[in-house]
């Protein structure tokens, strides 16, 4: 019987039979697999707190039949209070893994993707960062781990320099007034949209509100759901009400 260890993030779990699940994981070595957690759901589960959503987590798995793994052994990596104690952190944290999920590559290892969706719940965890932008920005990284960053720094129509007036989704970035289409963007939003893909995130993650913070999460949002070519269940992007004030 095949058996593998890797460390994993879980993406969500679902109900099988009276009291076992089926848990989503996205690992580093070897992409997205499911795993049957037999008893999971009784009180006495060793495991069961451990495989929650958002758990980071090292698994000790067994190859079952069909593409289930029977989960053998699971440790947490990092128990990651913080982000666990806050609504506003949790809920952007389930927003960030229903992306991974819908990436058809299931048993296709990407370790590039494991990396950004391990920061993310660093950064979620870090008290220092304020969670509200941390789901657009993840959704630009990973547009831009998939090649599809957003053009911010020309006209994606014509290639002038500017004055850039909007953003367009399906184009991929931004347009000038000759060329424009999709929604509005302000000097604000698309200076804060090139701090986030010119290394600066952590100093955008470190302001409570930026200008510009509102109208690049819909933006964000949007221009995933083009590339994946679904719509999330997630609520379209908006500040929290209780995030901002309750980070530390």
Known sequence: M????????????YKSGESDRVVVLWTRNHGKIRVFAKGI???TSKIGGSLEPLSYVKVHLAQSKGDLYIAKNVQLIDQLKTLRGDYDRINAGYGVVEVIDAIPSDDV???GIFELLTRVLLSLDNPDFYPAL???SFYFKLLAHDGSEPVVEHCVNCEKTGPLVSFDAQMGGTLCATCRSGVSISAEGLALIRRILGGDLAGVLKEQSPAGAGEIMGIAQESIEQ???KRLKVPRSTPPLSGLKDAR
């Open 134 to 136: 941390i789901p657009a």
């Open 227 to 229: 590339h994946f070519g």
């Open 41 to 43: 759901r009784k009180p």
């Open 2 to 13: 095949k058996e593998l260890k890797d460390d994993a993030v879980v993406l969500r779990t």
């Open 109 to 111: 290892a990407d370790e």
